[in-house]
């Protein structure tokens, strides 16, 4: 079931994302007057067609998703029938060169826009978050070496303030892939704040992925033992614990941090502990209640080898779903396209100057199963991730390799330069070997999305 589901997304994230980009191109040729003979959803044999317009264009279905076209005419197609010379003037490559560069540059143009709606309609939907709370770091951690201590909160990442976890993520990643070190700004568990330096010199950053924030010591954690929530059937439910409790003690032992209490929670299944929890008035009203509990962690086997541990039945840590309003949510919408194609550049530029490594490359295994998990998660967990698919694709195409929308560009400029346009002889060579590197690009990506899922 979650291969189909990820499938699925998969089909239905890349096929829209194509139709955006192609509908681009479409929709600036049509405002230039160029003559569109088809657009088609998808590759290959047509499952369905239907003409329209004082044209004539072609909307055709076709039987692979992955993808679409546009057919625009072209006074030097062999097979077309001869035409007028004003329907001869509406072919596209008797378009002067500022509107064939607009009609390329329509298409990543399209993805960039459907990007910042796509992130704009996901700041409004919710997106599921946590405080910016960290864990323990492991020891000889950057973050374990800068003072980090469990419960702190960051609040600012080199003067931008963070809230939530997945802000910290993007800005840690942001301001300290290329750099030697961040400054974070801390508030600790007791409400103090302080400034830290993450130094990342020895945090190898040729594969980006969870083991790189992993090597940085910066993780995410629960904060103060606070109780977000209890299961209903459990030893804390037979207790009588309620969320909103705060921790301070089990068996006399003050408990600090949520850390802390999970700790002491696994280290004690079956056994009866004495809990000393501070219960505030749920109408603001009165003073918080000292209350005094009895509690025995069930017995749990967690997966694997590990020892049977306890566990109470209660949730911890602070999370939200967040919600912008529009005006907010579309300027969240425009700085997350702009950091992202920045970032799918930095990224790129490395992985040519052998700085990262090229299994950064996610092909489509990759993508299915991110497609698949966002679809999961929640409608604007997924928009989300169309919106970073869509910033992708527009940056790849603007790449000047032949075949993309950037080699015709490329194209231009020479002709721009020298006032004649390339050779066809030579535009097809170049089309060839364009085609050739994109295959192996491909190659290489699928292949480390299989070196990933093997190894």
């Known amino acids: 079931m979650a291969f189909l589901e990820a499938l699925l997304s998969f089909v239905v994230a890349i096929s829209v994302l194509i139709t955006v980009h192609e509908l681009g191109h479409y929709l600036v040729a049509r405002a230039c007057g160029v003559k569109v003979l088809r657009f088609s959803f998808g590759f290959g044999p047509a499952l369905w067609m239907r003409k329209a317009g004082r044209d004539g264009t072609e909307w055709r279905i076709s039987a692979f998703p992955l993808g679409g076209y546009v057919l625009m005419a072209r006074s030097d197609d062999p097979e077309a029938p001869p035409a007028s010379e004003g329907e001869a003037r509406r072919a596209f490559d008797r378009q002067g060169l500022a509107r064939r560069a607009a009609i390329i540059l329509a298409g990543p143009l399209a993805n960039f826009a459907f990007a910042v709606l796509a992130f704009t309609a996901a700041q409004m939907a919710g997106l599921g978050d946590a405080r910016t709370y960290l864990a323990r770091p492991a020891d000889g951690t950057p973050a374990a070496r800068a003072g ?3 419960a702190d909160r960051v609040t600012a990442v080199d003067g931008r303030p963070v809230q939530w976890w997945s802000e910290l ?14 400054h974070l700004t801390l508030r600790g568990i007791d409400g103090a704040e302080r400034e830290a330096v993450l130094d990342l010199s020895s945090v190898p950053s040729r594969v980006i992925d969870m083991a790189w924030y992993q090597a940085t010591g910066v993780a995410p954690g629960l904060g103060a033992p606070f109780v977000r929530g209890v299961a209903e059937g459990t030893p804390a439910a037979a207790a009588g614990l309620r969320a909103g409790d705060l921790v301070r003690s089990i068996d006399g032992v003050d408990v600090a941090t949520a850390g802390e209490l999970t700790r002491r929670v696994r280290a004690a299944p079956g056994r009866l502990q004495h809990w000393r929890i501070e219960r505030g008035d749920p109408d603001g009203g009165g003073p918080a209640r000292t209350l005094e509990v009895e509690l025995t962690p069930a017995a749990w086997q967690p997966p694997g080898d ?38 799918s550049l930095r990224m790129f530029a490395r992985m040519l100057t052998g700085a990262s490594s090229w299994r950064n490359l996610s092909g489509p295994v990759g993508i299915a199963e991110a497609a698949g998990a966002t679809a999961r998660t929640g409608a604007g967990e997924f928009l989300a991730f169309l919106a970073v698919v869509s910033v992708s694709i527009a940056v790849l195409n603007l790449l000047p390799l032949p075949v993309l929308d950037g080699g015709h560009l490329l194209y231009y400029l020479v002709e721009l330069v020298t006032g004649k346009p390339l050779a066809a002889g030579t535009i097809e060579r170049l089309q060839r070997g ?14 480390s999305d299989l070196a990933r899922l093997l190894f």
């Open 306 to 343: 590990k020892p049977v541990a306890g566990r109470a039945g209660i949730e911890l840590g602070e999370t939200a779903v967040v919600r912008r309003p529009a005006g907010e949510a579309l300027a969240e919408g425009l700085r997350a396209t702009a950091e992202n194609s920045g970032m």
């Open 434 to 447: 364009g085609v050739l590197l994109l295959v192996l690009l491909g190659l290489l990506a699928l292949a």
């Open 148 to 150: 980090i201590l469990e």
């Open 169 to 182: 993520r993007w800005r840690l990643l942001l301001e300290g892939l290329d750099a030697p070190a961040v």
